[in-house]
């Protein structure tokens, strides 16, 4: 009976002639779950056997090739080490500032960014994408290293074990974040999430400096103090210790913002290395020889010794099952941020570099983050992740290659090998200095334009992710911005179902046998999608008291979303069932077929949804040609290029007639005021907004 042509409608149809089939066992999806599982496992050693066994052929050829490669281009490697050396100056006062941040040994911020930068610029997703200890970590991880953070019942030395053991499981998780391909979900963090979480994170980093205004007269070194011994910096107290670390804070960032702009020089020379070295002058020769005021120093501040990193297992207590909750979940925490900033770092450089963006990149980024921090737990290294300023820096000076990113590693050892004497002369405040003008390029100042002219869900969300990540932490507030979001897109989304209703006689098939009955039939064409925040528009689209005994429901342009729609829709049926009604629904897409017969009532869908019903117009009198259409009705719903499209505003029997006269009834049904069309239960309808006029409708007839 269905005049649809195609064989396999023909045969899908008649597949659920007697109801949908049977659903799966209840546990069936144990084994599913365990096969997708064991397959991306299998997949993943697969990789690694091949990766191990053609290692040494491709490093061969690896290194024959970028050998000739160079060898052919000597000024691009002169390049790429020049600026792997630039970048490796720039890390050093940033590393030994997130230390502080952090409060772990400096060594321990400058090892991490050995092992990070050398890791990342070797195995990572993107080359010349710069890693190191960062700041968006280093704001996380006084909640385990502080005394008075999440372990405090632990020694000091115990709570820098838990940091390492930490930064190893956080490395595991990276991987297995890789395995999984998990990269790809960053996509679902919105513009104003990440807009946000910078702006949190700058401000963090501008709370962690504050220290620096501050002293402590009961211990040697400033981090032996306990935080009820610290005293803050007052013009009553220290006016000249106060006035000189101002002074030093104001200088380092005046020469950052102005150095950079001299000619030739300012783009060769860091601008915090030439302020790093001005303020320990000014401090050595102005501030102590001239003056008798010293403010204070790295080396005053905590101990640092110019050792190779040497491998260290972080040995945790267990006797407190509280410990491995707390460094499991700070360890979740830290991938999380880490992998978030390391993707999107990488795809600012692919922007700049004008590089298609890969998943696969993505991941791979993963992996070699993953890998660092894993080996940085074992080296008491504090970890850390992607660097977006240091990696524009680099890819600005022309730096396309892993010989750049690696080298920045490899000077950074150097450095800490050969300069920790100079390292430790380096006054607090001009480090303060240098992370000012961080926070000051991390916040994002297009904030207050989208504060006061922006979107007021977009200001909600900027607003609820910055407090988060201030009060709490960083990922939480990722995924507060995500939710929220998400909540906002499902409200808007929810408006958005929309129908055409049409009311018309036609002949229908009854359900239990062939005779033709003609009734009144009211068809409505739905078009959004159907889901828990749309479920109640989709459901006033009908009204069981008011609406004729056969209702049909076209789902041509609907999705079913998820049981929300399926309950809306079994809802509805079962009503109109009860009131001796009945229900038709056709042009099913087959992933909504498949949902509303695993989760939907299959007593309910066997009593109203029938799968061969023909569906016939009335033929018109002035209907010369017969014109008819038939429909096949059914649950299966694979054939929408066959079925043909619902009425449209021309098939309504009211304008039907000789084509002479078809104008001279427009023109005399538009002049009648009293005479309107509408579409019930149409987006009009439901914002309660008058009807379109006939006038409007006959313009798109036309």
Not at 126 to 142: H, N, R
Not at 549 to 564: E, G, N, Q, T
Request: proline fraction near 4%; charged fraction near 15%.
């Amino acid at each position: 009976m269905c005049t649809n042509g195609d064989s396999a409608s023909r045969a899908s149809a008649s597949t659920y002639a007697h109801g949908p089939k049977p659903r799966d066992p209840y546990f069936a999806f144990i084994p599913q779950v365990a096969g997708f599982l064991g397959s991306i496992l299998c997949g993943e050693l697969t990789t690694a056997k091949n990766a191990v066994v053609g290692f040494p052929s491709w490093s061969v050829g690896f290194g024959k090739d970028t050998y000739s490669y160079y060898r052919d281009n000597p000024r691009t490697l002169f390049d790429e080490v020049i600026s792997g050396f630039t970048v490796a100056i720039m890390q050093v006062p940033e590393s030994i500032a997130f230390s502080f941040v952090a409060g772990v040994p400096p060594q321990s911020g400058l090892h991490a960014t050995f092992w990070m930068a050398t890791i990342t610029g070797i195995l990572g997703g993107k080359p010349g994408m710069i890693s190191g200890a960062a700041g968006a970590l280093a704001v996380v991880v006084p909640q385990i290293t502080a005394e008075n953070g999440d372990l405090p019942h632990l020694s000091k030395d115990e709570r820098l074990n838990a940091l390492y053991m930490t930064m190893f499981i956080c490395g595991i998780m990276q991987v297995l974040f890789c395995v999984f391909r998990l990269a790809k979900l960053v996509r679902l963090i919105p513009e104003t999430g990440m807009i946000a979480f910078m702006d949190g994170l700058a401000i963090i980093i501008f709370m962690a400096q504050l220290p620096a205004f501050m002293k402590c007269d009961q211990a040697e070194l400033f981090v032996d103090c306990e935080v009820s011994q610290r005293e803050w910096l007052t013009f009553q107290s220290e006016p000249w210790v106060l006035t000189c670390t101002l002074v030093h804070v104001v200088m380092c960032m005046f020469i950052m913002k102005f150095f950079a702009k001299i000619p030739k020089i300012g783009k060769i020379v860091p601008s915090s290395l030439i302020a790093l070295l001005f303020g320990t002058m000014i401090e050595f020769t102005l501030f102590r020889k001239a003056f008798g005021v010293s403010t204070r120093t790295v080396g005053e501040t905590a101990t640092m010794s110019g050792d190779i990193p040497r491998f260290h297992w972080p040995a945790v207590p267990t006797d407190n099952p509280n410990t491995l909750t707390i460094i499991f979940y700070y360890a979740l925490i830290l991938a999380t941020i880490g992998s978030v900033e390391s993707v999107l770092t990488l795809q600012a450089c692919n922007e700049i570099t004008d590089t298609v963006p890969k998943v696969s990149e993505s991941n791979q980024e993963l992996f070699a983050q993953g890998l660092a921090n894993l080996v940085c737990g074992l080296f008491s290294a504090m970890g850390g992740d992607a660097m977006i300023g240091q990696s524009t820096i680099n890819i600005m000076n022309g730096a396309r290659h892993r010989v750049s990113s690696t080298c920045s590693g490899l000077f950074m050892l150097l450095f800490v090998v050969a300069i920790s004497g100079f390292i430790e002369l380096l006054p607090i405040a001009t480090l303060t200095g240098v992370l000012f003008m961080v926070v000051l390029s991390t916040f994002q100042w297009q904030t207050f334009q989208i504060l006061r002219y922006g979107r007021i869900s977009d200001s909600l969300v900027i607003v609820l992710v910055t407090l988060v990540a201030v009060f709490m932490n960083l990922a939480v507030a990722i995924a507060a911005g995500v939710v929220f979001s998400a909540l906002v897109h499902a409200w808007d989304s929810g408006a958005c179902v929309t129908a055409d209703i049409f009311h018309k006689r036609m002949i229908v098939e009854h359900k239990s046998s062939d005779e033709k009955k003609e009734c009144e039939v009211k068809y409505v064409h739905v078009k959004g999608s159907i889901f828990f925040g749309s479920a109640r528009h989709f459901i006033a689209l009908f009204s069981v008291a008011d609406d004729p005994p056969v209702v049909v429901i076209d789902f041509k342009d609907a999705l079913i979303i998820d049981h929300s729609a399926v309950a809306a829709i079994q809802g509805i049926t079962h009503r109109f069932y009860k009131a001796g009604k009945e229900v038709l629904l056709t042009n099913l897409a087959h992933k909504c077929h498949g949902r509303m017969y695993r989760t939907g009532d299959h007593d309910v869908m066997n009593q109203q949804i029938l799968p061969n019903r023909m569906l016939q117009d009335v033929v018109t009198a002035g209907d010369e040609e017969g014109r008819q259409e038939n429909i096949c009705i059914s649950f299966t719903g694979d054939e929408r290029k066959d079925i043909a499209e619902p009425h449209v505003l021309s098939d309504i029997p009211m304008l039907h007639g000789p084509v002479e006269n078809v104008d001279v009834e427009l023109e005399n049904l538009a002049h009648n005021g009293d005479v309107r069309l509408t579409f019930p239960g149409s987006r009009d309808d439901l914002e309660g907004e008058p009807s379109a006029t006939l006038e409007k409708q006959m313009h798109k007839v036309e």
